[in-house]
């Protein structure tokens, strides 16, 4: 099968039913484990990015938080918040097939607090230098959740399984 032209396909007809040009497929070993086109415009949910939900899909079928040993298709290279989720499921590969600069004179998606063009700049700037308003309210309580999941944990502070860098 080919992963390309389905994640092609998945997106032109989410536009045709009115959704917008997005699209993933997840492989793994050869054949789709999840596939989601975006479905934001459909479910009025910001985070229904067709990579989340085909993420979620594809961790919900294999049991596991990880990705590795699959190739995630998306059609365009994937924002902030997809990036993110990629990294943390640890895919073997993400494919896109086309960049901002490319599809940019047909589709822009700016928001109030998120530009493409200045967000991963803004995302490095401290927290309280962001556009979004930030405000940190310390609360040991809240530290105290942590040391719970630590001590219920066996001491570990990392979550058993993950994938590390290495």
Known sequence: MDF???TIDLAR??????GRPFATVIVKDGEILAESANQVAQTSDPTAHAEILAVREACTRLGTEHLVGATVYVL???CPMCLGSLYYCSPDEVVFLTTR???EPHYVDDRKYFELDTFYGEFAKDWRERR???RHEPREDAV???RLWQERNGGERRVAGAPTAA
Request: aromatic residues 10%.
């Open 13 to 18: 007809r989410n536009v045709a039913e009115g």
């Open 144 to 146: 105290d959740v942590y």
């Open 101 to 103: 600069d490319a599809y």
């Open 76 to 78: 365009a290279h994937p």
């Open 132 to 134: 979004l308003p930030m």
């Open 4 to 6: 390309v032209q389905r």
